[in-house]
Nanobody
Framework: QVQLVESGGGLVQAGGSLRLSCAAS????????MGWFRQAPGKGRDIVAA????????YYAVSVKGRFTISRDNAKNTVYLQMNSLKPEDTAVYYC???????????????????WGQGTQVSVSS
């Protein structure tokens, strides 16, 4: 099972950009479905974006579509979340999630993932 470590969070002004990275250990990363979730204070954890094992299929929550881009580099065992045009409502702890799978699809529900990173804080000021 992989271990996940997120990085790249921080404080940014509205309209700015950040790129989150999630580095995974292990040699089977290319077989994992990956996702990014976020949890704002006092709220549940919601899907932000998901990507299939090859990276050819992606999913975005409506709230981030057109502003965020999920990608992965299987040679580097890393998945990314490029966040542009950030808004104060994007403020949250962002989590990377993984689940081993033998197909090229993605998961979008929290309970479908079995491995999580520790989270990285993203704060957007108005």
């Amino acid at each position: 099972q992989v271990q996940l470590v997120e990085s790249g969070g921080g404080l940014v002004q509205a309209g700015g950009s950040l790129r989150l990275s999630c580095a995974a250990s292990g040699s089977t990363f290319s077989r994992y479905r990956m996702g990014w979730f976020r949890q704002a204070p006092g709220k549940g954890r919601d899907i932000v974006a998901a990507i299939s094992s090859s990276g050819s299929i992606t999913y975005y929550a409506v709230s981030v579509k057109g502003r965020f881009t999920i990608s992965r580099d299987n040679a580097k065992n890393t998945v990314y979340l490029q966040m542009n045009s950030l808004k104060p409502e994007d403020t949250a702890v962002y989590y990377c999630a993984a689940r081993l799978s033998g197909d090229n699809l993605y998961y979008i529900r929290e309970e479908q993932y079995d491995t999580w990173g520790q989270g990285t804080q993203v704060s957007v000021s108005s």
